[in-house]
């Protein structure tokens, strides 16, 4: 039990689906992000949100959406994926923005 | 331009003998380094960190020494056991920044 949940933790869709990862953290963290890991990758970051407010895009094309209802959830909402999209989406949590940051397990990403 | 690197794709080592992971980075205003370790499909898991007001931390079998001038730091971990089998990525933070800048990971495997 790491403290920080993703479901699902596979998920195959194709580049019409609309689909959505979750993330929700136990830890009482007040910043919340998501990373993707591509193969033979350095781990990217894609957005930081702290307070519940969107501090950092990471230049992410739109077809990604965040949203973050409060401090302890984290949702990415995909839309029209392309194949190059596939890849392992982790989110994470800490206490502020730039501390240690405790992973969830992630989400296999198959795009179709 | 990748800003911390990990040159060293992957490592094998005897168990109980010491193992050495390698970090290079190319921005002087980082001022806080971790390391994490992932096994497979699992999220990294932080392992130690420093700060650059330190040269050494120490945790059990785990040190990490930090070399300012040469914008390196090393993780060294004795004596290597089987558990220790993992990817390990070096992190990098610029003081007053949210996020941290990942290496590309080092596979480390330790024989019987």
């Known amino acids: 039990e790491t403290g920080v949940t993703q479901t699902p933790r596979h998920l195959v869709m194709g580049m019409t689906n609309k689909k959505s990862l979750k993330c929700e953290q136990h830890?009482?963290?007040?910043?919340m992000y998501w990373y993707k890991q591509s193969a033979k990758k350095p781990l990217e970051l894609m957005f930081v949100?702290?307070?519940?407010?969107?501090?950092e895009n990471n230049s992410v094309p739109s077809r990604f959406s965040p949203e973050c209802p409060n401090s302890s959830h984290l949702f990415l909402h995909l839309h029209t994926l392309q194949p190059e999209d596939s890849a392992l989406y982790l989110c994470?949590?800490?206490?502020?923005?730039?501390?240690?940051?405790?992973f969830g397990q992630g989400t296999r990403l198959t795009v179709v | 331009d990748q800003q911390v690197k990990q040159n060293s794709p992957s490592l094998s080592v005897q168990e109980g003998r010491i193992s050495i992971l390698n970090c290079d980075y190319t921005?002087?205003?980082?001022?806080?380094f971790l390391w994490y370790k992932k096994y497979p499909a699992e999220g990294p898991t932080f392992l130690i960190s420093?700060?650059?007001?330190?040269d050494k931390n120490e945790d059990g079998r785990f040190t990490v020494f930090l070399n300012k001038s040469a914008k390196h730091l090393s993780l060294h971990i004795v004596p290597s056991q089987p558990g220790d089998s993992a990817v390990y990525f070096c992190a990098a933070r610029r003081q007053g920044a949210q996020k941290l800048v990942f290496g590309q990971g080092t596979r480390l495997t330790i024989n019987p």
């Open positions: 921005n002087s205003m980082f001022d806080y």
């Open positions: 420093i700060s650059s007001i330190k």
């Open positions: 830890l009482g963290h007040n910043a």
């Open positions: 994470a949590s800490s206490q502020e923005s730039g501390a240690e940051a405790f």
């Open positions: 949100y702290n307070f519940k407010e969107q501090t």
